[in-house]
């Protein structure tokens, strides 16, 4: 069974930047898995921030970008802001007909 | 605008079935394929299952298949997840989501909550 492992948590000052990052332990992640990315606050659905590895969402603020960094995919909040504190989940597509979200990072800005 | 509004959820007992809806508006499920992921309490995200915008593909996650199952009504305009068999690990918020056309999801809904307990 494949598993898509992100970092449990970040943590950011106001302004900072950081970087997430999405994991296949059974290989390397390419924009074959078109990776996507969401963002969900507690006791909300998620919203779409990117997808297709770097294509963002109508609405979301251009200090998120994805990218593909060495073998994993990955998103980052240049001049993060308190309102970012949130979870923030990657999915891949392994193929074919399957679909995997990654477990999750949890960041705080403070 | 483009909106999805889950219904059916509720509590059941272990080997139950139960059928949840998606209502879809501001867009035509003739054209898109559909997501369900789920979430269990204090859990991550999980994809439960995909159907093809001509509704002829169906594919699922491996807990679930074999007794979960996706339809839609074009004249309705509604989404279903049939699920039977249902276990404990099936508690979750289940949401739809419509396909964005690259192996994601872009909208949406609020979701329903799905309980399986005796």
């Known amino acids: 069974q494949t598993v898509v492992t992100q970092e449990p948590s970040f943590s950011v000052s106001p302004g900072g930047t950081v970087t997430f990052t999405c994991a296949l332990t059974s290989g390397s992640v390419s924009t074959s898995n078109r990776p996507s990315w969401f963002q969900q606050t507690p006791g909300q659905p998620p919203r779409t921030l990117i997808y297709?590895?770097?294509t963002r969402s109508s609405g979301v603020p251009d200090r998120f970008s994805g990218n593909i960094l060495g073998n994993r995919a990955a998103l980052t909040i240049t001049g993060a802001q308190t309102e970012d504190e949130c979870d923030y989940y990657c999915?891949?597509?392994?193929?074919?007909?399957?679909?995997?979200f990654g477990g999750g990072t949890r960041l705080t800005v403070l | 605008q483009v909106q999805l509004v889950e219904s059916g959820g509720g509590l059941v007992q272990p080997g139950g079935s139960l059928r949840l809806s998606c209502r879809a508006s501001?867009?035509?499920?003739?054209?898109?394929?559909m997501y369900w992921v789920r979430q269990a309490p204090g859990k991550g995200l999980e994809w439960v299952s995909h159907?093809?915008?001509?509704?002829?593909?169906?594919d699922h996650g491996i807990s679930v298949k074999g007794r979960f199952t996706v339809s839609k009504d074009i004249s309705k305009n509604t989404f279903y997840l049939q699920m039977n068999g249902l276990r404990g690990e099936d508690t979750a918020v289940y949401y739809c989501a419509k396909d964005g056309g690259d192996y994601f999801m872009d909208i949406w809904g609020q979701g329903t909550t799905v309980t399986v307990s005796s």
């Open positions: 159907l093809s915008s001509d509704g002829r593909k169906e």
């Open positions: 501001g867009f035509s499920l003739y054209s898109h394929g």
């Open positions: 297709s590895t770097r």
């Open positions: 999915l891949l597509y392994v193929g074919p007909g399957n679909w995997v």
